[in-house]
């Protein structure tokens, strides 16, 4: 009697439980950015209620101490607190990356002085110095956003350092050094593409870190100006009305769920390409 052996259903690499769930959160929001003004029938600075009215049918998350919809509000908040994070995580990667190879691929004093910076940098809490430097712009999302980026471009330094480091002691980059290749086209064609996927992981998994310290900025009137909806500054109004708790309900479960898709997408990322789990 022969037996048949059993098959096992293999799933594809990419097919991960995080980075599927992660793609469908930031999709939601990434919807909600386009079809706000469709999905609830208020506009966000429109008083369309009576103050600080309960969650009820005409409006699913309540009112506001303005007479405000919550849910319309949570929903807008999307196209100020998704942009300012992807603009802040583009420019920190671009400057930071840039900076980066540079010092880890010329080395000597150009390597002393940009590490020297970043080490400067560093030494300060990502959150105080946002909070010092957005103070000395202004609020603003505006002023915020550079205030950010101030904060971020350091860890892509370091980071892209380290892996052009890595990458250029490998033996392809030797061979193309030997065979007369410029310094430029080494390190753009030979280095740099080797480098960037521990980049893209990080900067994915910090837009989620992004939209909290942008909400955090808010919240103390470093951010967002009243009477923008922005998540941050929403929390804001809804801890000084303690029993209105439906106020801050919607905002943070939108920093929650965003800053978890963000989070899901970089450790499914990071699981795709980290050759240990293959």
């Given at each position: 009697?022969t037996t048949i052996p059993?098959?096992?259903l293999?799933?594809p690499?990419?097919?991960?439980?995080?980075?599927?769930?992660?793609?469908?959160l930031?999709?939601?929001w990434?919807a909600?950015?386009?079809?706000?003004?469709?999905?609830?029938g208020h506009?966000?600075?429109?008083?369309?209620?009576?103050?600080?009215?309960?969650?009820s049918?005409d409006?699913?998350?309540?009112?506001?101490?303005?007479?405000r919809?919550?849910?319309?509000?949570?929903?807008?908040?999307?196209?100020?607190?998704?942009?300012?994070?992807?603009t802040?995580?583009?420019?920190?990667?671009?400057?930071?990356?840039?900076?980066?190879?540079?010092?880890?691929?010329?080395?000597?004093?150009?390597?002393?002085?940009?590490?020297?910076?970043?080490?400067v940098?560093?030494?300060?809490?990502?959150m105080?110095?946002?909070?010092?430097?957005?103070?000395?712009?202004g609020?603003g999302?505006?002023n915020?956003?550079?205030?950010?980026?101030?904060?971020?471009?350091?860890?892509y330094?370091?980071?892209?350092?380290?892996?052009?480091?890595?990458v250029?002691e490998r033996e392809?980059v030797?061979?193309?050094?030997?065979s007369?290749?410029?310094?430029?086209?080494?390190?753009?064609?030979?280095?740099l593409?080797?480098?960037w996927?521990?980049?893209?992981?990080?900067?994915?998994?910090?837009?989620?870190?992004?939209?909290?310290?942008?909400a955090s900025?808010s919240?103390?009137?470093?951010?967002?100006?009243?009477?923008?909806?922005?998540?941050?500054?929403?929390?804001?109004?809804g801890?000084?009305q303690f029993y209105?708790?439906?106020?801050?309900?919607?905002?943070?479960?939108?920093i929650?769920?965003?800053?978890?898709?963000?989070?899901f997408?970089?450790?499914?990322?990071?699981d795709y390409?980290?050759?240990?789990?293959?």
């Amino acid at each position: 009697m022969t037996t048949i052996p059993a098959t096992r259903l293999t799933l594809p690499r990419w097919l991960n439980l995080p980075l599927v769930l992660g793609f469908f959160l930031v999709l939601f929001w990434l919807a909600a950015t386009i079809a706000a003004p469709w999905m609830t029938g208020h506009a966000p600075l429109d008083m369309v209620g009576r103050r600080l009215q309960p969650p009820s049918w005409d409006h699913l998350l309540g009112t506001d101490a303005l007479g405000r919809d919550v849910l319309s509000r949570t929903l807008h908040g999307a196209r100020h607190s998704i942009p300012i994070a992807v603009t802040v995580v583009a420019f920190a990667v671009t400057i930071g990356a840039c900076l980066g190879a540079l010092a880890g691929f010329v080395g000597g004093i150009v390597d002393t002085v940009i590490m020297r910076l970043v080490d400067v940098t560093l030494s300060f809490p990502p959150m105080l110095l946002a909070m010092a430097v957005a103070a000395s712009l202004g609020p603003g999302l505006e002023n915020a956003a550079i205030a950010m980026v101030a904060v971020w471009w350091p860890i892509y330094a370091r980071l892209m350092r380290a892996q052009v480091l890595e990458v250029r002691e490998r033996e392809h980059v030797e061979a193309a050094i030997a065979s007369g290749a410029t310094q430029t086209r080494v390190l753009t064609r030979h280095v740099l593409p080797l480098c960037w996927t521990p980049v893209l992981i990080s900067a994915t998994m910090d837009l989620g870190q992004v939209i909290l310290l942008a909400a955090s900025l808010s919240f103390i009137g470093l951010g967002a100006t009243p009477p923008t909806p922005e998540w941050g500054s929403m929390i804001a109004d809804g801890a000084s009305q303690f029993y209105s708790w439906w106020v801050a309900l919607g905002p943070g479960l939108a920093i929650l769920t965003i800053v978890l898709g963000f989070n899901f997408i970089g450790d499914g990322l990071h699981d795709y390409f980290d050759p240990r789990s293959k």
